[in-house]
């Protein structure tokens, strides 16, 4: 069957506003989120991994598994909130493909909302209780994480079926049940843990600035956070420079090409991601050596630097994924300009809003 | 149409139900909830009143442990879920109003940050802050509640957006102000009634009885202005005003509409015992409040839903994903050439066309035996009969969708919707009033009501058995749209009872005769 008759017809309103903004604002909305994620996902691997090799109260471990369990239900809040902006813009832009994929795995995507109920209230229990759950904290942290992981699992197989469109009409006339997930796609697994090892890797960075902070306020628990964090950031970002190249090497033939020269553009961004990624880890090393002494701003930088170039490569594999099936240019365009604005105006004092209280907060615990 | 349709065997309706029924009662929570923690709080500081501050902080937990993750998380749900049943409305709404959803995310953001920096703010703050903190969270939610408002109503009642397309014009449309006023004064009640929760738990003595009567103010009064609101609301939406739908065109509208009223007297009325006799509240009687308040919360958003059949958004697009606007080429070119997901074995296989016709224009609100089910109605039905009635499924009083198949697709639907009817033979009522009633519904109650929409009540007052049994043999002669009638003589002749007596029930029972195939008839 001819997948393009299939293919849902895009939407009869137009669009209100030109393709490249809502392109601008998926990947700007998409990068938060990914920040969120990471600290969120990285976070709970290392808090999980801490909590295991903890022996006891006074073990910096402990102490460690500790400090992330009380501040992951708020991360929880912002990889939520900040999720919610680029799903919008994706529904959008790619509804009539994210909305099939979403159908033809209905239990799957739908499982994610009451996963992540389970999983969000697994957080605020360990937040809340902590210590007090006695033995029951390792396997509740264990499934808290393996409901998170789950969650990750099921974007993926969207993210990834909604560009399988050959797929979709032998899934669909076999069975109608929402059942299906992406399984076979050689994409999945290289994907997937792409975005799990890279969590940790951002997530330890976080970890590594965070014990920095502490160590500025003259507190000695940030050294161990530095150099957990550090040593999570160097390991896992080698690690995904060869799950990346495996996340390569199972891309369709056309979009390898894309890549390999066939698009100058796209040539580019593999490139860069990958020299940015050896230097990382080649900093990584160096920053290990120097202790608590080490910068971090500069690894930071480049560590978003390669984010963005990361998402950036997404989206050129996506557009070379669905070739002609996506065809933006037969979208209607009516800008919506004063709503444009007024979301714009929004957005900025939201910002402004939100920053006040986070520095007034911060100010009061200062104090 | 356009998309694939995802076949849940409970229904798409019954899980958006729980979904939004929940989501909903626990969001107006969150905005009514926020009111009520600055207010309570600043009545606590003004006063000096320690105690009431602390039984504020303690609410809070709860508060943003219920708001923050069942709210939040299952509001993303709503999405998911509306995704997933119907794509082609979501798809509409995004694009119509995608700004709208991103002034809303924004507020959304706020309101998530001011209530943990709330939260977490209490032993850190000073007392000015910390109130400015609750009074950003309660503006916010309130503001995302305003903008959610507009295009939650505009499925409703779209009004002049159908003739301009413009966000503002759908925006701020009929129901747009009383919907605002019910949603606001709701969220107080909702707010009354989970502090009520709260309060029970606390030791007897005077301090809980003060509380309970502050809390119960608020659901009191919420509830009161709710009530008077619902009236404004039911008088702006301009397709009930010919009051069409409300007499059994839509058949569950009545029975849900009824059920919303009797809720919001009901949750009232309770909602005075802790206001007038606080000494007698305890957590039994929270908990029958509590199920009232959800009760209520979830006929209102049925009214609403049920309001718009056939429509997602009404008059633009229906539950099938069908433009109104396309009907005609639908008309000319047949159901299955105007569906994406119709296998291309179908073209050679009746039975595969069959299947695939039911998923794509009866499954998105049908199902075989459960919710809208189907198969209490093929039980009775022989071929003949479901033949008959498929070429009309658009006259029916649920008002469906329009359905223009071809002769071959009318055909194989039927094979198909018969691999449905149950095995053996139907239970028949022993009773004949009951028998009567059956036979009804299952035949005329399709399009008819007895003294409602479309009445017949006086059709057949003059006529005696005979002439009614010759009236049958003719039916499908008498009007286009009208099918044949192909009853069994065990139907036939329990039919013609009913239709010979049902005009002097009207006269003695009045319009609840009405009801009379309207309950059996959910739509």
Redesign the interface.
């Known amino acids: 069957?001819n997948p393009q008759?299939?293919?849902?017809?895009p939407?009869?309103?137009?669009?209100?506003?030109p393709v490249f903004v809502?392109q601008l604002?998926l990947q700007l909305t998409f990068l938060l989120h990914l920040v969120a994620m990471n600290a969120l996902l990285g976070g709970l691997l290392i808090t999980f991994f801490a909590r295991l090799r903890g022996r006891g109260p006074d073990d910096p471990w402990t102490g460690l598994a500790d400090a992330l369990s009380k501040v992951t239900p708020?991360l929880v809040?912002a990889t939520?909130?900040?999720?919610?902006?680029p799903?919008?813009?994706l529904?959008?832009l790619y509804?009539?493909f994210?909305?099939?994929s979403?159908?033809?795995m209905?239990w799957g995507?739908?499982s994610?909302?009451?996963v992540?109920?389970f999983a969000?209230?697994g957080t605020?229990l360990q937040s809340f209780r902590g210590r007090a759950l006695g033995g029951g904290q390792v396997p509740l942290l264990g499934l808290t994480v393996i409901l998170f992981l789950w969650v990750g699992f099921m974007f993926t197989n969207n993210t990834t079926l909604m560009l399988q469109v050959r797929k979709?009409?032998p899934m669909?006339?076999a069975d109608?049940?929402?059942l299906h997930l992406n399984l076979t796609d050689p994409q999945l697994w290289p994907r997937y843990l792409h975005m799990v090892l890279g969590a940790v890797a951002v997530g330890g960075l976080m970890l590594a600035g965070w014990g920095r902070a502490r160590l500025t306020r003259g507190d000695g628990r940030g050294t161990f956070m530095m150099s957990t964090g550090l040593g999570a950031f160097t390991w896992f970002t080698l690690a995904n420079i060869l799950f990346g190249l495996w996340y390569f090497l199972a891309q369709p033939g056309a979009v390898r090409k894309l890549f390999m020269g066939g698009d100058g553009t796209a040539t580019a961004l593999l490139g860069l991601g990958l020299v940015v990624g050896i230097v990382l880890v080649m900093v990584g090393f160096m920053l290990r050596r120097q202790g608590e002494h080490a910068g971090l701003w500069p690894v930071g930088v480049l560590t978003a630097v390669q984010m963005v170039t990361m998402i950036m490569i997404r989206d050129v594999a996506r557009g070379g994924t669905l070739g002609v099936h996506y065809r933006p240019e037969t979208f209607a365009v009516r800008t919506?300009a004063l709503?444009?604005a007024?979301?714009a105006v929004?957005?900025l004092g939201?910002v402004g809003?939100?920053v006040w209280?986070?520095r007034?907060?911060y100010l009061?615990?200062e104090r | 149409m356009n998309y694939p349709v995802w076949q849940l065997s409970m229904g798409a309706g019954v899980l958006m139900a729980w979904v939004s029924i929940l989501h909903v009662f626990v969001s107006h929570f969150a905005v009514g909830g926020g009111l009520w923690l600055v207010v309570t709080e600043s009545r606590a500081r003004r006063r000096d009143d320690a105690q009431l501050l602390q039984f504020v902080k303690s609410h809070s937990r709860f508060f943003m442990l219920l708001t923050l993750v069942f709210g939040a998380i299952s509001g993303v749900g709503i999405w998911t879920t509306i995704g997933l049943i119907s794509p082609h409305g979501t798809s509409a709404l995004i694009h119509g109003y995608v700004w709208g959803w991103a002034m809303e995310w924004v507020f959304f953001f706020l309101e998530i940050g001011a209530a943990l920096v709330y939260y977490y703010g209490w032993s850190r703050l000073d007392a000015r802050t910390h109130l400015l903190m609750g009074w950003i969270y309660f503006i916010s939610a309130f503001m995302s509640l305003i903008i959610i408002n507009g295009i939650v109503t505009f499925m409703l009642t779209p009004g002049g957006w159908l003739e301009n397309h413009r966000f503002w014009t759908g925006f701020f449309n009929p129901t747009y102000w009383p919907s605002a006023v019910i949603r606001t004064f709701g969220g107080i009640a909702i707010a009354g009634i989970f502090t009520l929760m709260t309060a029970a738990t606390l030791p007897r003595g005077a301090f809980r009885t003060r509380v309970t009567r502050w809390n119960a103010g608020w659901a009191f009064a919420g509830m009161v202005v709710v009530a008077l609101a619902a009236r404004w609301y039911g008088a702006s939406v301009a397709v009930w005003r010919d009051e069409e739908a409300l007499l059994g065109a839509i058949p569950v509208l009545p029975v849900v509409a009824g059920w919303f009223k009797l809720g919001i007297i009901v949750t009232a009325v309770l909602a005075l015992i802790p206001l007038l006799v606080p000494r007698v509240w305890n957590k039994g009687l929270v908990a029958v409040l509590i199920l009232c308040g959800l009760l209520t919360m979830g006929a209102g958003e049925w009214t609403r839903e049920a309001g718009r059949k056939p429509f997602v958004i009404q008059g633009y697009m229906y539950s099938t994903g069908l433009l109104e606007s396309e009907s005609p080429v639908v008309e000319a070119v047949g159901m299955a050439a105007s569906a994406k997901w119709i296998s291309p074995d179908a073209a050679g296989d009746s039975a595969r066309l069959g299947h695939d016709l039911y998923l794509a224009y009866c499954q998105p609100c049908h199902t075989r035996d459960r919710y809208n089910g189907l198969a209490p109605y093929l039980a009775h039905w022989d071929r003949e009969t479901v033949a008959s009635l498929v070429p009309h499924l658009q006259s029916m009083r649920a008002l469906m969708p329009p359905w223009y198949g071809t002769e071959y697709e009318n055909a194989a639907l039927t094979d198909y919707l018969l691999t449905m009817k149950p095995q053996g033979e139907a239970a028949w009522p022993t009773d004949p009033d009951r028998a009567g009633e059956l036979a009804f519904r299952i035949s005329c109650g399709l399009c008819h009501t007895v003294s409602g929409f479309r009445p017949l009540a006086d059709s057949f007052a003059d006529m005696d058995a005979d002439e009614i049994d010759e009236f049958l043999d003719s039916a499908g002669d008498i009007a286009e749209g009208m099918p044949a009638y192909f009853g069994p003589p065990r139907q036939r002749k329990a039919l013609i009872r009913f239709l010979r007596t049902m005009n002097r029930e009207t006269a003695a029972a009045g319009a609840t005769v009405a009801a009379v195939g309207t309950e059996g008839g959910r739509s």
């Open positions: 069957m008759a299939i293919i849902p017809s939407d009869a309103l137009p669009l209100p506003a809502l604002l708020s809040a939520v909130t900040l999720g919610v902006a799903l919008l813009f529904q959008v509804g009539q994210l909305f099939t979403s159908i033809l209905g995507w739908f994610v909302v009451v992540l109920i969000y209230y605020y979709w009409a669909y006339f109608a049940r929402g919506q709503n444009l007024i979301f929004l957005l939201g809003v939100m209280m986070l007034q907060l009061a615990w």
